[in-house]
């Protein structure tokens, strides 16, 4: 997560808040920070060590000059080798959210310069330690200076967890049992869809070096080039066994996965956050309600931060209708799904990178503007801290709560979590999968679809 690195072409010039308008609110939701592989994907690369030493040592026994095979290759050791625990945050993720904590403050003094109080800024997680530790670590630097414990003028806070199995808030992706058939249903065709261009690869891959790559080392490969590079800064191994175009179809096939599971490929993947947005805007009503009511500070809440992982944070992006342009979030809005990321070269606005990154965020700022001005109260919305077009607001990132209200959220509101994740969906059964592309695009999206692959 870098705040300098540019989100896509749905970023804009932020609105001009007007200078008499005041912040009195604000909501948080966050992806955890980086973590280091999980226990599954440490087990994929120490399988990988093995496998690139069987691939030199076959290229030596058919006398394949050596310059011709990458330096790196026969001696590569997984850098986690040996660990058997994953996935917990690692330094430089607690860094990332330590700083978000700073600049959120610095952002927004007015909002934190009370005392802390839980009540006050609420801070929740889920309960995987990964997500509760970014919360700390935010929360350090939010209140950084503003304690007498340590060096740092540190001060304690609190971090609350819902139960796993009920968090319907933050993990509705564990909760939803809809979800979860889908998903198991769908994910042997999601892969079906990737395989032309992982073969292609492969066989394009193992052509420039003379070796012989599977389909399964070069999905190793690709996984290992994204942890070197956003772990361990190194972009001169596995990286570079791929093109610039094939990095490029590497991160669309990605995408795709993204967009049909978790995001606006169907629209179970989005409705069943519902909770989520419901809890943002009862957040704002209850602040409006204190304001109109001349509650003293202190007497009511500030901020909601909320800590979870890239399944909370893409699909409540989904449902504020963000990297879409207007006639698709107008399907969206009828529940229609959308037509695949397009390949490239084509460009797309759809990127799992960019929306969900580690330490990735959406902040919804509630303003307050002047009584004689009409509507009173409005709401920015911030992607990874920079403003970012809404559909519902007429591409702005700024509009009033009413269209706000009326226009991104009220859509939604048609399905209990229950109805839609517990209530026995036909529609969701799966169907036998067929092995034709043609058919398969078909089953996905309906036949109108096809043309995409």
Not at 292 to 319: D, M, N, Q, W
Not at 401 to 424: G, I, R
Request: charged share 25%.
């Amino acid at each position: 997560y870098s705040v300098s690195k540019d989100v896509t072409q749905n970023l804009i010039e932020g609105s001009n808040v007007p200078s008499e308008c005041t912040p009195i609110h604000l909501n948080l939701v966050a992806r955890h920070g980086t973590r280091s592989p999980t226990k599954k994907r440490l087990r994929e690369l120490e399988n990988l060590s093995g496998r690139l030493k069987e691939l030199v040592r076959d290229a030596e026994a058919r006398k394949l000059p050596s310059d011709k095979i990458p330096g790196w290759l026969g001696q590569w050791k997984s850098p986690w080798e040996g660990k058997v625990k994953g996935g917990e945050l690692i330094r430089q993720g607690e860094e990332e959210l330590y700083q978000l904590g700073i600049r959120v403050r610095e952002r927004f003094p007015s909002l934190f310069e009370e005392d802390y109080h839980p009540d006050v800024y609420t801070i929740r997680a889920t309960q995987i330690p990964r997500a509760s530790a970014s919360a700390v670590a935010f929360g350090m630097g939010l209140f950084s200076e503003k304690g007498n414990l340590g060096p740092g003028r540190n001060r304690a806070f609190a971090v609350t967890s819902e139960n796993r199995a009920s968090d319907t808030k933050l993990r509705f992706f564990e909760c939803c049992q809809n979800y979860k058939s889908y998903r198991k249903a769908k994910e042997p065709a999601v892969d079906k869809l990737k395989e032309p261009v992982l073969n292609k690869i492969t066989a394009s891959v193992a052509k420039r070096y003379d070796l012989k790559f599977t389909k399964q080392d070069i999905s190793s490969l690709w996984f290992l080039c994204k942890q070197e590079a956003s772990l361990l800064n190194v972009t001169n191994q596995s990286c570079e066994l791929f093109t610039p175009s094939e990095v490029a179809l590497l991160e669309w096939t990605d995408d795709l996965e993204v967009f049909l599971l978790k995001g606006y490929g169907n629209s179970l993947n989005y409705k069943m956050g519902v909770p989520l947005l419901e809890d943002v805007l009862h957040s704002m009503e209850e602040a409006i309600k204190a304001r109109e009511e001349k509650l003293p500070p202190g007497s009511y809440e500030k901020a909601r931060l909320r800590f979870a992982h890239a399944e909370t944070i893409v699909p409540f992006s989904c449902l504020l209708g963000l990297f879409l342009d207007g006639s698709e979030f107008e399907k969206i809005q009828k529940e229609k799904p959308l037509e695949l990321p397009p390949q490239p070269p084509k460009t797309r606005d759809f990127r799992g990178s960019t929306m969900a990154p580690f330490g990735g965020n959406n902040i919804l700022v509630l303003y307050s503007c002047p009584a004689e001005s009409s509507p009173k109260y409005f709401v920015q919305v911030l992607h990874n801290e920079h403003p970012i077009a809404v559909p519902g607001c007429d591409g702005k990132d700024f509009c009033s709560l009413e269209d706000f209200k009326a226009k991104v959220v009220t859509p939604h509101l048609k399905h209990a979590f229950d109805n839609l994740c517990n209530a026995d969906l036909n529609d969701l059964k799966q169907k036998p999968a067929s092995s034709k592309l043609s058919m398969l695009s078909s089953w996905l999206f309906g036949s109108s679809h096809g043309s995409e692959l």
